[in-house]
Protein backbone atom coordinates (compact mmCIF):
# COMPACT_ATOMS: atom_id res chain seq x y z
CA UNK A 1 0.00 0.00 0.00
CA UNK A 2 1.17 3.30 -1.09
CA UNK A 3 2.32 6.06 1.86
CA UNK A 4 3.21 9.58 1.60
CA UNK A 5 4.85 11.15 4.80
CA UNK A 6 5.20 14.84 4.99
CA UNK A 7 8.04 16.06 7.62
CA UNK A 8 9.62 19.90 7.89
CA UNK A 9 9.11 22.49 10.52
CA UNK A 10 6.01 23.48 11.89
CA UNK A 11 6.62 26.94 12.42
CA UNK A 12 8.96 29.27 9.85
CA UNK A 13 9.35 33.00 10.15
CA UNK A 14 8.32 35.63 8.03
CA UNK A 15 10.87 36.22 4.77
CA UNK A 16 12.26 32.90 5.73
CA UNK A 17 11.75 30.01 3.04
CA UNK A 18 9.96 26.88 4.23
CA UNK A 19 11.10 23.57 3.35
CA UNK A 20 8.84 20.39 3.19
CA UNK A 21 9.87 16.50 2.48
CA UNK A 22 7.57 14.06 1.37
CA UNK A 23 8.70 10.55 1.88
CA UNK A 24 6.90 7.87 -0.11
CA UNK A 25 7.12 3.61 0.82
CA UNK A 26 5.24 0.98 -1.01
CA UNK A 27 6.19 2.35 -4.36
CA UNK A 28 8.73 4.62 -6.10
CA UNK A 29 9.00 8.28 -7.22
CA UNK A 30 10.59 6.88 -10.19
CA UNK A 31 7.50 5.37 -11.68
CA UNK A 32 6.71 6.48 -15.46
CA UNK A 33 3.15 6.39 -14.72
CA UNK A 34 2.68 8.90 -11.91
CA UNK A 35 3.42 12.61 -10.65
CA UNK A 36 4.03 13.83 -7.53
CA UNK A 37 2.38 16.99 -6.12
CA UNK A 38 2.11 19.71 -3.30
CA UNK A 39 -1.28 20.88 -2.10
CA UNK A 40 -1.96 23.59 0.62
CA UNK A 41 -5.27 24.33 2.58
CA UNK A 42 -5.08 27.02 4.84
CA UNK A 43 -7.24 26.64 8.09
CA UNK A 44 -10.74 26.68 7.07
CA UNK A 45 -10.04 27.28 3.80
CA UNK A 46 -10.55 25.22 0.27
CA UNK A 47 -7.59 23.47 -1.62
CA UNK A 48 -5.00 25.00 -3.57
CA UNK A 49 -2.58 23.04 -5.98
CA UNK A 50 0.83 24.09 -5.51
CA UNK A 51 3.41 22.39 -7.91
CA UNK A 52 4.04 18.85 -9.73
CA UNK A 53 6.86 16.99 -10.57
CA UNK A 54 7.82 13.77 -12.90
CA UNK A 55 10.73 11.61 -12.11
CA UNK A 56 12.62 12.97 -15.02
CA UNK A 57 12.65 16.36 -13.85
CA UNK A 58 9.85 18.11 -15.14
CA UNK A 59 8.11 20.55 -12.86
CA UNK A 60 4.99 22.10 -13.46
CA UNK A 61 3.87 25.45 -11.05
CA UNK A 62 0.62 27.26 -9.92
CA UNK A 63 0.90 30.71 -11.86
CA UNK A 64 0.43 32.29 -9.03
CA UNK A 65 3.38 30.67 -6.47
CA UNK A 66 5.87 29.83 -9.52
CA UNK A 67 8.30 32.65 -8.24
CA UNK A 68 8.85 31.78 -4.88
CA UNK A 69 8.66 27.62 -5.68
CA UNK A 70 10.83 25.00 -5.96
CA UNK A 71 9.67 21.38 -6.08
CA UNK A 72 12.56 18.48 -6.59
CA UNK A 73 12.89 14.97 -6.13
CA UNK A 74 15.73 13.09 -4.84
CA UNK A 75 15.34 9.48 -6.51
CA UNK A 76 17.98 7.65 -3.91
CA UNK A 77 15.60 8.68 -1.26
CA UNK A 78 12.18 8.04 -2.20
CA UNK A 79 11.31 11.46 -1.69
CA UNK A 80 9.78 14.89 -3.21
CA UNK A 81 10.98 17.81 -1.67
CA UNK A 82 8.81 21.98 -1.53
CA UNK A 83 10.69 25.04 -1.11
CA UNK A 84 8.62 28.02 -0.90
CA UNK A 85 10.39 31.24 -0.23
CA UNK A 86 9.89 34.87 1.43
CA UNK A 87 6.86 33.66 3.49
CA UNK A 88 4.24 35.66 5.12
CA UNK A 89 0.92 34.73 6.66
CA UNK A 90 -0.93 34.19 4.41
CA UNK A 91 1.18 30.98 3.63
CA UNK A 92 0.02 29.42 7.05
CA UNK A 93 -1.66 26.19 5.45
CA UNK A 94 -1.65 22.65 6.25
CA UNK A 95 0.63 21.14 3.11
CA UNK A 96 -0.11 18.07 1.40
CA UNK A 97 2.35 15.79 -0.55
CA UNK A 98 -0.08 13.44 -3.31
CA UNK A 99 0.37 11.67 -5.68
CA UNK A 100 -1.03 12.67 -9.41
CA UNK A 101 -1.75 10.06 -12.34
CA UNK A 102 0.43 10.56 -15.79
CA UNK A 103 -2.09 11.62 -18.27
CA UNK A 104 -5.10 12.34 -15.64
CA UNK A 105 -4.43 16.15 -14.68
CA UNK A 106 -6.37 16.70 -11.73
CA UNK A 107 -6.01 13.60 -9.85
CA UNK A 108 -4.44 13.07 -6.49
CA UNK A 109 -5.05 9.19 -5.44
CA UNK A 110 -2.91 8.78 -2.93
CA UNK A 111 -2.44 11.68 -0.32
CA UNK A 112 -0.25 12.10 2.71
CA UNK A 113 -1.70 13.16 6.12
CA UNK A 114 -0.93 16.91 5.71
CA UNK A 115 0.93 19.04 8.03
CA UNK A 116 0.67 22.22 9.18
CA UNK A 117 3.05 25.51 8.88
CA UNK A 118 2.79 28.20 10.69
CA UNK A 119 4.08 31.79 9.55
CA UNK A 120 4.39 33.58 12.48
CA UNK A 121 7.70 35.34 14.32
CA UNK B 1 -12.16 33.54 -5.66
CA UNK B 2 -11.69 29.90 -7.32
CA UNK B 3 -11.98 29.45 -10.60
CA UNK B 4 -14.43 26.97 -10.16
CA UNK B 5 -17.44 28.04 -8.61
CA UNK B 6 -19.49 25.73 -5.83
CA UNK B 7 -22.46 26.20 -3.39
CA UNK B 8 -20.69 26.70 0.03
CA UNK B 9 -23.05 24.39 1.30
CA UNK B 10 -25.49 21.59 0.67
CA UNK B 11 -27.74 19.60 2.75
CA UNK B 12 -30.45 16.31 3.00
CA UNK B 13 -31.72 14.13 5.02
CA UNK B 14 -30.80 10.43 5.12
CA UNK B 15 -32.11 8.72 2.14
CA UNK B 16 -32.19 11.56 -0.28
CA UNK B 17 -30.02 12.58 -3.26
CA UNK B 18 -28.10 15.71 -3.23
CA UNK B 19 -25.97 17.44 -6.24
CA UNK B 20 -23.62 19.16 -5.48
CA UNK B 21 -22.72 21.86 -9.02
CA UNK B 22 -19.14 22.75 -10.06
CA UNK B 23 -19.14 25.76 -12.54
CA UNK B 24 -16.57 26.17 -14.76
CA UNK B 25 -15.19 27.83 -18.23
CA UNK B 26 -13.72 26.84 -21.87
CA UNK B 27 -10.53 26.62 -20.21
CA UNK B 28 -11.40 23.90 -18.17
CA UNK B 29 -14.54 22.29 -17.38
CA UNK B 30 -15.11 22.12 -21.31
CA UNK B 31 -12.37 21.18 -22.39
CA UNK B 32 -11.00 18.94 -19.31
CA UNK B 33 -11.03 16.08 -17.05
CA UNK B 34 -12.94 16.82 -13.85
CA UNK B 35 -12.64 15.27 -10.47
CA UNK B 36 -13.93 15.05 -7.15
CA UNK B 37 -12.72 14.76 -3.65
CA UNK B 38 -14.10 14.16 -0.12
CA UNK B 39 -12.46 15.32 3.10
CA UNK B 40 -14.03 14.31 5.97
CA UNK B 41 -13.16 16.36 9.19
CA UNK B 42 -9.53 16.49 10.03
CA UNK B 43 -8.10 14.50 7.32
CA UNK B 44 -6.63 14.69 4.36
CA UNK B 45 -8.93 14.71 0.81
CA UNK B 46 -10.03 11.26 -0.36
CA UNK B 47 -9.85 10.59 -4.60
CA UNK B 48 -14.23 9.83 -5.21
CA UNK B 49 -14.66 10.72 -9.09
CA UNK B 50 -11.73 10.68 -11.47
CA UNK B 51 -12.25 11.15 -15.46
CA UNK B 52 -15.44 13.12 -14.50
CA UNK B 53 -17.59 9.82 -13.62
CA UNK B 54 -15.60 6.83 -12.78
CA UNK B 55 -15.47 5.78 -8.97
CA UNK B 56 -12.17 5.60 -7.63
CA UNK B 57 -11.23 2.17 -5.51
CA UNK B 58 -13.65 1.37 -2.78
CA UNK B 59 -16.30 4.23 -3.26
CA UNK B 60 -19.65 3.14 -3.31
CA UNK B 61 -22.26 3.37 -6.01
CA UNK B 62 -24.26 6.66 -4.47
CA UNK B 63 -21.76 8.94 -5.83
CA UNK B 64 -21.47 9.43 -9.34
CA UNK B 65 -20.25 12.19 -11.07
CA UNK B 66 -21.58 13.80 -14.50
CA UNK B 67 -20.41 17.05 -16.96
CA UNK B 68 -22.13 19.01 -19.08
CA UNK B 69 -20.85 21.89 -21.31
CA UNK B 70 -18.76 24.40 -18.58
CA UNK B 71 -20.40 22.63 -15.69
CA UNK B 72 -20.33 19.71 -13.56
CA UNK B 73 -21.91 18.01 -10.69
CA UNK B 74 -21.35 15.38 -8.24
CA UNK B 75 -24.49 13.12 -6.86
CA UNK B 76 -25.37 11.20 -3.98
CA UNK B 77 -27.57 8.78 -3.33
CA UNK B 78 -28.94 6.95 -0.20
CA UNK B 79 -27.46 9.61 1.45
CA UNK B 80 -25.87 8.37 4.77
CA UNK B 81 -24.39 10.48 7.68
CA UNK B 82 -20.67 9.21 7.01
CA UNK B 83 -21.28 11.17 4.08
CA UNK B 84 -21.09 14.84 6.04
CA UNK B 85 -17.56 16.48 4.72
CA UNK B 86 -16.81 18.52 2.39
CA UNK B 87 -16.60 18.08 -0.90
CA UNK B 88 -14.16 20.08 -3.73
CA UNK B 89 -14.32 19.58 -7.54
CA UNK B 90 -10.82 19.95 -9.73
CA UNK B 91 -9.67 20.10 -13.06
CA UNK B 92 -6.86 21.24 -15.38
CA UNK B 93 -6.96 24.39 -16.64
CA UNK B 94 -5.16 25.53 -19.92
CA UNK B 95 -5.12 28.74 -19.73
CA UNK B 96 -3.29 28.72 -16.01
CA UNK B 97 -1.49 25.45 -16.98
CA UNK B 98 -2.22 24.22 -13.96
CA UNK B 99 -4.68 22.35 -11.82
CA UNK B 100 -7.37 24.01 -10.31
CA UNK B 101 -9.74 23.50 -7.52
CA UNK B 102 -13.43 24.20 -6.35
CA UNK B 103 -13.91 26.24 -3.30
CA UNK B 104 -15.53 23.43 -1.76
CA UNK B 105 -19.20 22.53 -0.57
CA UNK B 106 -19.81 21.34 2.92
CA UNK B 107 -22.49 18.75 3.14
CA UNK B 108 -24.96 18.43 6.18
CA UNK B 109 -26.88 15.10 6.82
CA UNK B 110 -29.64 16.68 8.46
Known amino acids: QLQLQESGPGLVKPSETLSLICSVS??????????WGWIRQPPGKGLEWIAT???????YYNPSLRSRVTISVDRSNNQFSLRLSSVTAADTSVYYC?????????????WGQGTLVTVSS | QSVLTQPPSASGTPGQRVTISCSGS????????VYWYQQLPGTAPKLLIY???QRASGVPDRFSGSKSGTSASLAISGLRSEDEADYYC???????????FGGGTKLTVL
Open chain 2, 90 to 100: ASWDDSLSGVI
Open chain 1, 53 to 59: IYYAGNT
Open chain 2, 26 to 33: TSNIESNY
Open chain 1, 98 to 110: ARQAWGSKGEFDY
Open chain 2, 51 to 53: RIN
Open chain 1, 26 to 35: GGSVSSSTYY
